[in-house]
Nanobody
Framework: QVQLVESGGGLVQAGGSLRLSCAAS????????MGWFRQVPGKEREFVAA??????SYADSVKGKFTISRDNAKNTVYLQMNKLKPEDTAVYYC????????????WGQGTQVTVAS
């Protein structure tokens, strides 16, 4: 059974940084895509970043601020978030794909990120 467990969320001041981690178990994801999404109450879950064999991709709103990376030996994906703003406040979800190009078939439980102004 695939499990994705996020960690690293919390409260940070505007302009600060956080690094989210997502540990995957139940399967080796080194050949599959993984991603990060976020959601605020009352809004749709939105794409943040993804990493696949073909490279990385980012939402326009986080380009230049966030960096997605992975450690295949640890079956873990990270999201380094810098220059955080209050509008980055959300529950952040880790996701993983069933194929090399997919990155949103399995989901974690989410971790809260709150950016104080």
């Amino acid at each position: 059974q695939v499990q994705l467990v996020e960690s690293g969320g919390g409260l940070v001041q505007a302009g600060g940084s956080l690094r989210l981690s997502c540990a995957a178990s139940g399967r080796t994801f080194s050949n599959y895509g993984m991603g990060w999404f976020r959601q605020v109450p009352g809004k749709e879950r939105e794409f943040v970043a993804a990493i696949r064999w073909s490279g990385t991709s980012y939402a326009d709103s986080v380009k230049g601020k966030f960096t997605i990376s992975r450690d295949n030996a640890k079956n873990t994906v990270y999201l380094q978030m810098n220059k955080l703003k209050p509008e980055d406040t959300a529950v952040y979800y880790c996701a993983a794909g069933k194929s090399p190009l997919g990155y949103s078939d399995y989901w974690g439980q989410g971790t809260q990120v709150t950016v104080a102004s």
